[in-house]
């Protein structure tokens, strides 16, 4: 194959001796022919070799200010297709424990937060495929109610509120990648609880939430739940998410204790539970649903 160069120089060749021999015999039209040959050529030269030096065609590399080759007619890929790798997010909670003196519980809150957030986050999972609820989401709101079970044992284990408040935060934030929030007081009221993470909404319905439900914590999953199946005024999804709430608890008490002490539930708090279950009362919460929290409060 000839080279492009060759061509060039063929052009240029015949472009110069068209217009001198047609400049001696005096030919204008063979003057032109040959200019027409120059220019062609000239211009050919330019546009291959003359703007860079190099071929457009060969697609040269450009070596940008990091030192990275790139090929500026590659085509990039739009926002969509590139892999978003955001910066690794600082656990506020986390840091916090961290920077208090280390002390053998300190400790312990720290090392424990990892695996502990890891399982109570899978075991909110599986709760929410056994509960029947196609929106993924609602888990968190199971992973909820399981710390303010990881809550009691946390205190226990601590022996001081402030530092089981900072661990149940932590372990909010390194299973969901969320910061803990709590929801107004019309929030509360109105069941708008769903979107918010950790255990403050549960202290805040136990200050806020009037209605015949023994529990107003309960209730508010209760509500949760409800939501999640998308009929708030069903008696059956009533029933079935007060038969939940105490299991949900007693996962994250027990996957807590073992956590931080070693130590698995016994024999006989595994049997209590389903005597606990039972003894709630389903014709008192059957009473109870009647009226709805938002109900009861607002009508006053």
Not at 88 to 97: C, G
Not at 229 to 255: C, H, K, Q
Request: charge should be neutral.
């Amino acid at each position: 194959m000839i080279p492009v160069r060759l061509y060039i120089a063929l052009f240029l060749a015949v472009g110069g001796i068209c217009f001198v021999l047609a400049l001696a015999a005096g030919q204008p039209s063979g003057m032109l022919l040959g200019l027409f040959f120059l220019g062609w050529g000239a211009v050919v030269w330019y546009l291959r070799f003359g703007r860079r030096g190099t071929p457009s065609h060969a697609s040269p590399a450009v070596t940008g200010e990091s030192g990275y080759r790139s090929n500026p007619h590659r085509k990039l890929p739009i926002a969509s297709e590139r892999l978003a790798t955001p910066p690794a997010e600082r656990n506020p909670a986390l840091d916090e424990l961290k920077q208090l003196p280390q002390t053998a519980i300190t400790a312990g809150l720290v090392a424990a937060v990892p695996g502990l957030a890891t399982e109570l986050y899978v075991e909110a999972k599986k709760r929410n495929v056994e509960m029947g609820i196609s929106d993924a989401s609602f888990a968190e709101c199971i992973f909820d109610l399981e710390l303010v079970g990881a809550f009691e044992r946390a205190m226990i284990f601590a022996g001081d509120k402030n530092l089981a408040s900072l661990f149940v935060d932590a372990v909010v934030f390194k299973a969901t990648g969320k910061s803990p929030s709590a929801p107004s007081h019309e929030g509360i009221i109105n069941g708008e609880t769903v979107e918010h993470r950790g255990i403050a909404k549960y202290a805040l319905a136990k200050k806020h939430l009037t209605t015949s439900f023994p529990d107003p914590g309960a209730w508010l999953f209760i509500t949760e739940y409800m939501q999640a199946r998308g009929d708030v005024m069903n008696p059956a999804y009533f029933m079935a998410g007060a038969d939940s709430v105490l299991p949900i608890r007693r996962t994250g008490e027990w996957i807590t204790e073992k956590a931080l002490t070693g130590k698995s539930p016994t024999k006989e708090e595994m049997d209590a539970l389903p005597k606990a279950i039972d003894a709630i009362g389903k014709a008192e919460l059957l009473k109870a649903k009647v009226q709805m929290p938002q109900e009861s409060e607002r009508s006053k």
